[in-house]
Protein backbone atom coordinates (compact mmCIF):
# COMPACT_ATOMS: atom_id res chain seq x y z
CA UNK A 1 0.00 0.00 0.00
CA UNK A 2 2.61 2.58 0.73
CA UNK A 3 4.68 1.81 -2.28
CA UNK A 4 1.19 2.60 -4.29
CA UNK A 5 0.74 6.11 -2.34
CA UNK A 6 4.32 6.87 -3.20
CA UNK A 7 4.49 5.99 -6.85
CA UNK A 8 1.10 7.81 -7.07
CA UNK A 9 2.80 11.14 -5.44
CA UNK A 10 5.91 10.93 -7.72
CA UNK A 11 3.22 10.64 -11.02
CA UNK A 12 1.38 13.57 -9.27
CA UNK A 13 4.64 15.72 -9.08
CA UNK A 14 5.90 14.31 -12.52
CA UNK A 15 2.86 15.99 -14.00
CA UNK A 16 2.54 18.81 -11.48
CA UNK A 17 6.46 19.77 -12.79
CA UNK A 18 5.13 19.45 -16.21
CA UNK A 19 2.23 21.60 -16.22
CA UNK A 20 4.45 24.75 -14.25
CA UNK A 21 7.43 23.87 -17.47
CA UNK A 22 4.25 24.31 -19.76
CA UNK A 23 2.98 27.51 -18.07
CA UNK A 24 6.62 28.81 -17.43
CA UNK A 25 7.40 28.83 -21.50
CA UNK A 26 3.72 30.28 -21.85
CA UNK A 27 4.43 33.16 -19.91
CA UNK A 28 7.80 33.72 -21.25
CA UNK A 29 6.46 33.48 -25.23
CA UNK A 30 3.34 35.83 -24.03
CA UNK A 31 6.12 38.68 -22.66
CA UNK A 32 7.86 38.24 -25.66
CA UNK A 33 5.23 38.42 -28.35
CA UNK A 34 5.91 41.75 -30.53
CA UNK A 35 2.86 40.83 -31.74
CA UNK A 36 1.42 41.33 -28.67
CA UNK A 37 2.91 44.17 -27.35
CA UNK A 38 1.79 46.16 -30.29
CA UNK A 39 -1.72 45.01 -30.05
CA UNK A 40 -1.97 46.12 -26.59
CA UNK A 41 0.11 49.36 -27.31
CA UNK A 42 -3.08 49.95 -30.16
CA UNK A 43 -5.77 48.65 -27.39
CA UNK A 44 -4.39 51.26 -24.97
CA UNK A 45 -4.53 54.37 -27.53
CA UNK A 46 -8.37 53.29 -28.05
CA UNK A 47 -9.33 53.18 -25.05
CA UNK A 48 -7.57 56.79 -23.97
CA UNK A 49 -8.22 58.60 -27.66
CA UNK A 50 -6.23 61.87 -26.15
CA UNK A 51 -3.45 61.27 -24.61
CA UNK A 52 -3.15 57.59 -25.84
CA UNK A 53 -2.84 58.21 -29.62
CA UNK A 54 -0.36 60.56 -28.65
CA UNK A 55 1.69 58.51 -26.98
CA UNK A 56 0.91 55.39 -29.82
CA UNK A 57 4.05 56.38 -32.23
CA UNK A 58 6.66 56.17 -29.61
CA UNK A 59 5.62 53.08 -28.20
CA UNK A 60 5.89 51.98 -31.69
CA UNK A 61 9.29 53.40 -32.39
CA UNK A 62 10.45 51.82 -28.93
CA UNK A 63 9.01 48.18 -30.05
CA UNK A 64 11.16 49.03 -33.54
CA UNK A 65 14.27 50.00 -31.65
CA UNK A 66 14.42 47.28 -29.23
CA UNK A 67 13.01 44.89 -31.71
CA UNK A 68 16.20 42.89 -32.14
CA UNK A 69 17.61 42.82 -28.04
CA UNK A 70 17.50 39.69 -26.25
CA UNK A 71 14.47 38.37 -24.48
CA UNK A 72 15.48 38.71 -20.75
CA UNK A 73 12.62 36.44 -19.67
CA UNK A 74 13.16 33.60 -22.23
CA UNK A 75 17.15 33.98 -21.42
CA UNK A 76 16.66 32.61 -17.90
CA UNK A 77 16.46 29.05 -17.03
CA UNK A 78 12.90 28.28 -16.00
CA UNK A 79 14.26 26.22 -12.87
CA UNK A 80 15.53 29.95 -11.68
CA UNK A 81 12.21 31.43 -11.58
CA UNK A 82 9.11 31.13 -9.23
CA UNK A 83 7.67 27.93 -9.05
CA UNK A 84 3.23 28.69 -10.12
CA UNK A 85 1.13 27.15 -7.88
CA UNK A 86 -2.76 26.02 -8.82
CA UNK A 87 -3.90 29.04 -7.41
CA UNK A 88 -1.45 31.22 -10.00
CA UNK A 89 -2.96 29.11 -13.13
CA UNK A 90 -6.36 29.97 -12.20
CA UNK A 91 -5.22 33.96 -11.98
CA UNK A 92 -3.39 33.53 -15.81
CA UNK A 93 -6.72 31.90 -16.81
CA UNK A 94 -8.33 34.86 -15.53
CA UNK A 95 -5.92 37.56 -16.61
CA UNK A 96 -6.77 35.91 -19.96
CA UNK A 97 -7.95 38.98 -22.17
CA UNK A 98 -11.92 39.96 -21.52
CA UNK A 99 -14.23 42.10 -22.45
CA UNK A 100 -15.77 45.25 -20.97
CA UNK A 101 -13.88 47.01 -18.17
CA UNK A 102 -11.10 44.99 -16.08
CA UNK A 103 -9.57 46.02 -12.64
CA UNK A 104 -6.55 44.35 -11.61
CA UNK A 105 -6.10 44.45 -7.41
CA UNK A 106 -4.80 44.18 -4.39
CA UNK A 107 -8.17 42.99 -2.56
CA UNK A 108 -9.44 41.69 0.63
CA UNK A 109 -12.79 39.29 0.21
CA UNK A 110 -15.63 41.54 0.10
CA UNK A 111 -13.92 44.12 -2.22
CA UNK A 112 -12.98 41.38 -4.71
CA UNK A 113 -16.48 39.76 -4.68
CA UNK A 114 -18.07 43.12 -4.92
CA UNK A 115 -16.22 44.37 -7.99
CA UNK A 116 -16.55 40.91 -10.10
CA UNK A 117 -19.87 41.77 -9.90
CA UNK A 118 -19.18 44.99 -12.25
CA UNK A 119 -15.86 44.44 -14.06
CA UNK A 120 -13.36 41.71 -14.84
CA UNK A 121 -11.41 41.46 -11.88
CA UNK A 122 -7.45 40.38 -11.97
CA UNK A 123 -6.23 39.70 -8.59
CA UNK A 124 -2.48 40.44 -7.83
CA UNK A 125 -0.29 38.34 -5.52
CA UNK A 126 2.89 39.41 -3.87
CA UNK A 127 5.39 37.22 -5.26
CA UNK A 128 4.14 37.58 -8.83
CA UNK A 129 1.90 41.01 -9.21
CA UNK A 130 3.97 43.35 -11.28
CA UNK A 131 4.60 40.09 -13.83
CA UNK A 132 0.73 39.67 -13.97
CA UNK A 133 0.26 43.35 -14.57
CA UNK A 134 2.97 43.69 -17.05
CA UNK A 135 1.35 41.19 -19.13
CA UNK A 136 -2.58 41.60 -18.69
CA UNK A 137 -4.44 44.68 -19.99
CA UNK A 138 -6.26 46.16 -17.83
CA UNK A 139 -7.55 49.89 -16.85
CA UNK A 140 -7.29 50.58 -13.76
CA UNK A 141 -5.99 49.39 -10.48
CA UNK A 142 -6.91 49.01 -7.27
CA UNK A 143 -5.00 48.42 -3.78
CA UNK A 144 -7.58 47.72 -1.14
CA UNK A 145 -6.38 48.78 2.18
CA UNK A 146 -8.41 46.09 4.15
CA UNK A 147 -6.10 43.66 1.64
CA UNK A 148 -3.55 44.11 3.93
CA UNK A 149 -5.31 42.49 7.19
CA UNK A 150 -3.64 38.92 8.26
CA UNK A 151 -5.21 35.96 6.54
CA UNK A 152 -4.66 36.85 3.12
CA UNK A 153 -1.81 37.00 0.67
CA UNK A 154 -1.03 40.61 1.20
CA UNK A 155 -1.70 40.46 5.16
CA UNK A 156 0.97 42.98 7.05
CA UNK A 157 0.94 45.41 3.86
CA UNK A 158 2.49 48.33 5.13
CA UNK A 159 3.53 47.30 8.64
CA UNK A 160 6.90 48.06 9.58
CA UNK A 161 9.23 44.75 9.77
CA UNK A 162 7.29 43.23 6.51
CA UNK A 163 8.85 45.08 3.77
CA UNK A 164 8.28 42.48 1.14
CA UNK A 165 4.77 43.33 1.13
CA UNK A 166 5.76 47.52 0.16
CA UNK A 167 8.08 46.46 -2.12
CA UNK A 168 5.70 43.83 -3.93
CA UNK A 169 3.84 47.13 -4.10
CA UNK A 170 5.51 49.64 -5.10
CA UNK A 171 7.02 46.83 -8.13
CA UNK A 172 3.58 46.93 -9.48
CA UNK A 173 2.88 50.10 -9.03
CA UNK A 174 6.11 50.85 -11.51
CA UNK A 175 4.91 48.35 -14.23
CA UNK A 176 1.15 50.05 -13.71
CA UNK A 177 2.49 53.70 -14.40
CA UNK A 178 4.83 52.71 -17.14
CA UNK A 179 1.81 51.26 -18.79
CA UNK A 180 -0.03 54.87 -18.02
CA UNK A 181 -2.80 52.56 -15.69
CA UNK A 182 -3.80 54.26 -12.86
CA UNK A 183 -3.40 53.09 -9.40
CA UNK A 184 -6.45 53.66 -6.68
CA UNK A 185 -5.98 53.27 -2.98
CA UNK A 186 -9.19 52.64 -1.13
CA UNK A 187 -9.59 52.77 2.38
CA UNK A 188 -7.21 54.08 4.83
CA UNK A 189 -3.65 52.83 5.02
CA UNK A 190 -1.34 54.99 6.86
CA UNK A 191 1.69 53.36 6.28
CA UNK A 192 1.29 53.48 2.56
CA UNK A 193 -0.88 56.76 2.19
CA UNK A 194 2.55 58.19 0.78
CA UNK A 195 3.15 56.28 -2.22
CA UNK A 196 1.52 58.66 -4.57
CA UNK A 197 -1.78 57.49 -5.61
CA UNK A 198 -3.67 58.76 -8.67
CA UNK A 199 -6.54 58.84 -6.84
CA UNK A 200 -7.97 57.65 -3.49
CA UNK A 201 -11.60 56.30 -1.85
CA UNK A 202 -12.41 57.42 1.61
CA UNK A 203 -12.78 54.61 4.05
CA UNK A 204 -16.67 53.74 4.15
CA UNK A 205 -17.41 54.28 0.59
CA UNK A 206 -17.71 50.63 -1.02
CA UNK A 207 -15.19 50.38 -4.27
CA UNK A 208 -17.78 48.98 -6.58
CA UNK A 209 -19.63 52.15 -5.77
CA UNK A 210 -16.91 54.37 -6.57
CA UNK A 211 -15.83 52.89 -9.75
CA UNK A 212 -17.72 54.40 -12.34
CA UNK A 213 -17.03 58.16 -11.08
CA UNK A 214 -12.88 56.40 -11.16
CA UNK A 215 -14.00 55.66 -14.53
CA UNK A 216 -15.49 59.27 -15.62
CA UNK A 217 -12.47 60.76 -13.96
CA UNK A 218 -9.67 58.71 -15.93
CA UNK A 219 -11.61 58.61 -19.07
CA UNK A 220 -12.13 54.94 -18.74
CA UNK A 221 -15.10 53.44 -20.72
CA UNK A 222 -17.48 51.32 -18.80
CA UNK A 223 -17.86 48.40 -21.21
CA UNK A 224 -19.44 45.32 -19.62
Known amino acids: ?13 ADREARVKILEARVAAL ?29 LYRMWRHRGAPN ?9 RPMFTARDED ?7 ATGLVVAGVLGPAAAEALAEVAHVVPLMPHDAALVLDTTDVDLVIVD ?3 GQPGG ?12 RDRALLALMGVARDRGRPVVLAGSAPAIAG ?13 A ?16
Not at 39 to 59: I, S
Not at 195 to 207: L, N, R, S, Y
Not at 209 to 224: M, S
Open 153 to 164: PWAYLGVPGVPD
Open 31 to 59: EGSTSLKVGRAVTDAARRPGKGVVQLPRE
Open 209 to 224: EALPGLCARFGIEELR
Open 145 to 147: AAA
Open 72 to 80: VVTSVDARE
Open 195 to 207: FGWDATVPPGTPV
Open 91 to 97: RLIAAAP
Open 1 to 13: MADRQVARLKAAL
